[in-house]
């Protein structure tokens, strides 16, 4: 019986200190807000106390996600020293707080929540798996926290989510297969046959690829999902039908190599043209045996793996910094390649972070703060190419949350990926389809 | 007297969770949230493999069937929280009850082996019907689909004790099953199937009903976790999250009513305190396994009854 | 392509597959027949067994001798590490069925973690010994699959010849059929146990390393040959060797096929259900005499 009686002691008590802290949450934000009239005050106190933002990094460091996972950390501390090394953002240090989310949407909730309330982060960011964001990004809205993805998922720009989750980075697959659409029908052919994975990644392929192609007069002959758990591919090749021109092809995870060998050897040199998505051969490097016949080849990429020819200075500080070789690989082992289409988004996204924390006055994690951050980020228009953007232009769509770039194919050529054609942001631009600013805050 | 101290003990077990939300800072208050939605779950699982003995790795099926039950229907119909519960737990229970008229043709290992293999036929089933589901993407529930009579499901308070009213629900359940008549035979199958056949008892009947019931919970817990969390996909429906529910049933003792949330509790917290140190939570979870059979076969209330809480039920 | 070809494609294909399958599933149904447990790590051994062998390959250098190397050390090791599991876990709880369940599902954590942790996230792939590629009037075809289904022949027939024809052989077969009698009749029946779960471990991991110049080591690679096994298992009748062979060859070649005809989620979907169905009203396997 004496122990039913110290829980219900203590719940009275800590039910007033719930209610004192709430109130003086409540007093916080509301002498935040009456400061906010005096934005050069605020930033004075701020700057003297030089107190770190905190930024959560949800990362894949385990599961599926993992190989990607390791890429995108080492892009994120590398930005992160930078704009540390640089003064920080509004003067004040970057505290990066990593969380291993087994790329798994129920525990990708939890670290958000985690990151909320016990680590007390001001942002959340780095996501990249699509059903990890559709897990976690219902928490960060209920909890308002600013939450910015690197997916390239059309999850954010369909509206599926909420005003909290943004993707300003790293261009969506809508965008991304749109743009390709001309130049595959003007260049290669135009009976098509779809090669993909049979989950959500690659239905945004089937569905957005198949309306953009018909629009240039193309047609989609036949589509070919894989299952996820699918790990032999030689069987599903004669289904292409004979008169395809173009074979599309795009699959993640570890059975990548094997998928493009089995390509390679039920076709020889006899083949249909190939045009790729780099997925495909991510963290894979493109002179491994058995890949030779890829020689001739096309790729999508969002951002040239291999150093080419005319590279910008801001490519040649990019790899140095993330520790890049010339031919996507790490200068520590050439075997290491790098995720070089998606990794960037890690890096751009940081920097975007830090104009919109100082564009709003972000000052502490309070509701209004948080709200400030929000409308800042929506109000942006795009980015210029540098060394903060090194992948190139964008423009942002405030009222839907995600960004659009410039998008590159390449030709694969002695083992190479050698860049023959590059998007206008245009090509890949679509009407929105939803409106983030409309929703309650 | 035993029947007494049984009471008080679970009794102050569910006060005490009651208690905890004034307490605990907010993280940990969702963590409980959620734990106690999942410890439903184990409930569920416990009354098949802990009371009847039988031995199932897929029970992710029944818990997926409750999530895509409700989930879907809330997505695409609109429908209110409250019928979508509902829904969902009958959608297990009916499920389950199929699953079982098969199933239970088979005992032991072979049990185990048909119960995974129905389960992952129903994952690709989920991603087969990607056009509905989303795949392994999954859907998202909007929040103003999620609300009841006015509040909302992501009202923390609101939650919490929506959880706790759910799991409070299956702990009285589970509790009033054992202490009846049926509770004992499925004991009595556990310990020994061919000498309760001999007693003239129909045990497929009663190993179905079982296996319905746990359906049911397991079904009941899907459903709340899409409405209460809003998030719906594949996962869910994988193989893991079977042998999750292995894990917490054994860790806090199979054939205990508190076990499950003990054991699910303690998983929790020792993969996140395990995190902060290291990033290797899988092997945590495996040398619990390896050591629990090795040292605490019984799992923790287990062994704790066989020492000095004899009158545990 | 027209129908006879893309069946052709499909039936090689399915025979490649099932040599494989039949040397794994071989090793689990071994294991259950003699000493009545089912391994849930097995297919981890499998894992195992293509990581090392691209350890060892990247160790030697030149493909041909690694290749060699790894064919004959890999299963050693994964061998070696059954032994210490055996000792250390499984004896001591008595090979009771339930409790070996958990402790290998354990088991399956602790090693993919431990693989994540020193061999890393990705797919590594693994040169073939021999790369010739054939070319047939309608396709190619990967030389080096023909090689592995003829290796995997020729150790099928081994562990055939051993487990009919020799002493160890006999030795296992008695205790498989009672193991009381066995040790009654002064049969170490411990020593038998240990050297059955390492066999067991050891065919696998050998298919493994035939597999990986096809298909990379990867950490996660275990959960599917698993289970395949599982299923050829339970269709081969729990523990009959013969069974499980002729149950690879009936699923590795049908799977082949019936992904000629349906969508593959579909066919893999179908022939889980068909399994199930199999253990239901067959409980003793489509082949298997009647399980002891």
Known sequence: MTRSKTPKSNNQKSLISRRAALKGLGAVAGGSAALGLAPGFVRYIQVSAAEPLKIGFQAH????????????????????????????????????????????????????????????????????????????????????????????????????????????????????????????????????????????????????????????????????PIPATETSYTKYFPQIPSDTEVLYHVMVGPGVLTFVKEMGEFYGSNRPQIFGFIDSLEAVDIASPGLEFLDGTYFWEAYPRYAQANQSEADKFYRAAVGVDNNGASLEDSKDVATYSHMFGCWETLYIIKEAVEASGYQSATAADKKKLVEATEAMKGWKEGNEHPQGDKTFVGQIHQCFGHQFISKVAGGKLEVVHKTEIADGTYEPETDYTKMAL | MDRHRSLAFHGGALALLFLL?????????????????????????????????????????????????????????????????????????????????????????????????????????????????????????????????????????????????????????????????VGRVLVAIRENEERVKMLGYHTFRYKLLALALSGLLSGAAGASYALMFGYVGATFASIEYSIFALLWVLLGGAGTVLGPIIGALLMFYLVEWTSEVTQSYRIVVGAALVLLTLFFPKGILGTLREKRLRWLP | MSLGPHLLLALMEGTVAAFVLALTALGLTLVFGVMRIVNVAHGEFFMLGAVFAWAFAHLVGNPALGFLVAVIASPIVVGGAALVIDRAILRRFNYQPEATIVATIGLLYIIQQLVLIFYGPDARSVEAPINFRVQLPWFGYSGYKLVVAGIAALLLLATWYGIAKTKLGLVMRATQFDSETAQAFGIPVDRVYAAVFALGAMLAAIAGVLIVPIKQAYYLMGLDPLLLSFIVVIIGGLGSLRGAIIAAFVIGISDGVISVFFSPNLSKILATLLVALVLIFRPEGLFGGKAR
């Open chain 1, 61 to 224: 460091r385990t599961g599926i996600g993992a190989a990607y996972g390791r890429w995108y950390e080492r892009t994120t501390n590398a930005a992160v020293k930078l704009i540390n090394d640089a003064g920080g953002i509004a003067g004040r240090p970057i505290q990066l707080i990593t969380e291993d989310d087994g790329t798994d949407p129920k525990r990708g909730s939890e670290v958000v929540e985690k990151f909320a309330s016990q680590h007390k982060v001001d942002i959340t960011f780095g996501t990249l798996f699509s059903h990890v964001v559709m897990g976690s990004a219902p928490r960060a809205g209920e909890l308002k926290m600013p939450y910015y993805v690197v997916s390239e998922g059309h999850h954010v720009a369909s509206g599926a989510l909420n005003r909290y989750t943004f993707q300003p980075g790293i261009t969506d697959v809508k965008a991304q297969v749109s743009s390709m659409a001309p130049w595959i029908a003007g260049n290669l052919g135009k009976k098509i046959t779809m090669i993909f994975p049979d989950y959500a990644f690659g239905y945004d392929h089937r569905d957005y690829f198949s309306a953009a192609i018909e629009k240039q007069g193309g047609q989609v002959l036949k589509l070919l």
């Open chain 2, 21 to 181: 939300q004034f307490v605990l800072p907010p993280y940990h208050h969702t963590n409980f949230t959620s734990i106690m939605v999942l410890a439903t779950y184990g409930i569920g699982y416990n009354i098949l493999i802990g009371y009847t003995g039988l031995l199932s790795l897929g029970h992710a099926m029944f818990f997926a069937a409750g999530l895509y039950a409700a989930g879907l229907t809330v997505h695409y119909f609109n429908i209110d929280p409250i019928s979508a519960f509902i829904l969902g737990a009958a959608a297990a229970l009916a499920f389950a009850t199929a699953v079982g008229l098969v199933a239970l043709r088979t005992t032991g290992v072979s049990f185990m082996i048909v119960t995974m293999m129905f389960a992952q036929a129903c994952f690709l089933l989920i991603l087969y019907f990607n056009q509905v589901t989303r795949g392994d993407e999954g859907l998202v529930l909007s929040g103003a689909a999620r609300q009841i009579g006015g509040l909302s499901l992501t009202n923390p308070t609101f939650r919490y004790n929506l959880a706790l009213a759910l799991f409070t629900g299956a702990l009285v359940l589970c509790y009033i099953l054992i202490r009846s008549r």
